[in-house]
């Protein structure tokens, strides 16, 4: 080594200012990572399918004053007056079983989502493989997704299940009928997206605390909407619940969950939910995903002092490599 | 709408308990996605490259009790005894160079790491177009990643730019002869790492502060080694510094920057390095991305009360959107 020293200190060139310009030999590449992220949860693999962004209006936001929004923003650096905000879907390959956990925003609200297919198919998977589709509730950012541009069923395999109360709010002639004029679009998306899957038989409901294939149970989260349902994702004794839109600003509901939002059908109740699944997520330290966190939107919620909380993502891992345990 | 929703209520079909068991159309697909994430800054490309992930005991970090620590590490649920650590290269596309800013580990740490060049093909770029390699330092889990397999320049076209500190120190024999036995393995990994670059007449040194490309310039950030060095990226008004080994333990440093890691060659240095450029990036809002940050390792340093920090990483943005400021 001591002779090699002496050479490379000799040989070694001084640098000084600028090299000459030479163009870069290769344009920006421009493509941005496919979106979708892996882990294991036991024996399943969990994939999170991107599905694009939408921007949020601050001003959808309720329970709240503007310095303290602003304040809160500030800290995460999210944007203000609109929120990045991430669409996010989940397959979960149980070995018996393809599911789908919602289904993405298709174009319904703009061209930065409804990229669920295409990311799917670069994480490796066809829709049609999928045999189970499970919808945490009927907004159409969740199941505009279900059909293709032409309106057929995008998924011709898969049973699609949503639960009950959320089946008979959104497709009720009365409801929708009673509804003010601007939550009709509403329900002509869910209507809409359910309508191709009724007529084929796909289309099935469930009641809250069913277990819908081994290892995935519909758990009753009310308050986003009548019927907004968690599953609670199981596999040797590992657990994540994929909590669908208990959180909407991450930057602003994790540390005040009293924050709620426009979309609330009933915002007392959504606020009580998110409290009581917060507090049972920090205590049990589960694995939680959501469809509105940044994505992958899987991690895990502290606790911050009572009542207050913080997100915190997982680290990218490769698959097959051990976890933070080891 | 109206008749529709008759329709559909009628037919919607009551599900109970578990599907009929069907085996999953497709095997789980094992792979990780490709580890590369893009971020536009100003004109230029900036591409996080992922090498690979360390494992480091908490045994190494200094200034701390262990009931501080494992409380640090359990709020980010990072696990102990020993730490879940990426080893991150950025490569930036000015329009007019393409640098990459240091080169991984290759295999000198073990099979997890070693990826840059993988993660730099998928994401679109081959090591031949490099045209100016940048070091932060010399240690192996930086440069290890210039040589091929065989030992030979794994970027034949690229300037080889690291501060005249840097190699000074690591190149000469004098202190490599003088260093303690447990140190003398990182001289080597240097060496070699430089040893085919010198030959070649491609390896340069430069002064601190010099601009190494138009939009690049040398920062001097001492203390983890003599010549440690953080890159000052600018395009277009938009800033990021890349500043390498500031922080190894993100659970635990940006809290507290007063603790130190076994690897910093001058602890005290270190801390007031750490602490100096934190308060700047917090108090400028900069980017910053850093070689040991959970990957893609870019975000930004927030203040939490005097002396104490919290990282905040960016959220998952697809190119050409506009950005959280829409």
Redesign the interface.
């Known amino acids: ?2 002779s ?6 000799l ?9 000459v ?18 882990i294991q949860l036991g024996q399943f ?1 969990i ?1 999170a399918i ?1 599905d ?2 939408i ?1 949020l209006k601050t001003k959808l936001l309720h329970n709240t004053k503007p310095e303290d929004l602003d304040r809160l923003l500030a ?5 203000t007056p ?3 905000t ?1 669409v996010n879907a989940y397959l979960i ?6 599911v789908l956990v919602d289904a993405g925003a298709a174009k319904l609200f703009g061209p ?1 989502l409804g990229h669920v297919v295409d990311n799917m198919t670069a ?4 829709p ?5 589709v499970i919808i945490t509730h009927m907004h159409g950012d969740h199941v505009g997704g279900l059909r293709d541009q032409e309106g057929k069923p995008l998924f011709p ?1 898969a ?1 699609i ?1 949503v639960s ?1 109360a959320e ?2 709010y959104w ?3 009365k409801t ?2 009673a509804a003010p004029e601007e939550a009709r679009p509403f ?2 998306m869910a ?1 809409d997206a ?2 191709p899957y ?2 084929t ?1 796909q ?5 809250e605390g ?5 290892g995935i149970k519909a758990v009753k989260a009310p308050g986003h909407t009548p019927g907004h349902t968690a599953y609670a994702v199981e596999s040797a004794g590992q657990k994540l619940l994929i909590w669908g839109d208990i959180v909407h600003a991450h930057a602003v509901q994790f540390a005040k969950p009293d924050i709620s939002i426009d979309f609330d059908t009933d915002q007392k109740q959504a606020i009580v939910t998110r409290k009581a699944i917060m507090q049972e997520m920090a205590a049990s ?1 589960s694995l939680v995903a959501g469809m509105h966190l ?3 939107g899987i ?2 919620v ?1 606790a911050e002092g009572k009542g207050h909380y913080a997100w ?15």
């Open positions: 080594m001591r090699i020293s002496r050479i490379l200190l040989t070694a060139a001084f640098f000084l200012g600028p090299l310009a030479v163009h870069a030999q290769a344009p920006p590449a421009l493509t941005q990572v496919p979106g979708y992220y892996r693999e994939t991107y694009g962004t921007y800290r995460m650096f999210v944007g609109a929120m990045q991430a390959n149980t070995g018996e079983h393809l930065n994480s490796g998977y066809d049609a493989q999928i045999d189970t395999q049973a299940l009950q089946n008979d497709l009720s002639e929708a009928a329900f002509k209507h359910a309508a009724l007529t038989g289309w099935k409901t469930f009641v069913a277990v819908l294939v081994p330290q940044p994505f992958p991690g895990h502290r915190v993502p997982v680290e990218f891992t490769p698959l097959g490599q051990a976890d933070t345990k080891k």
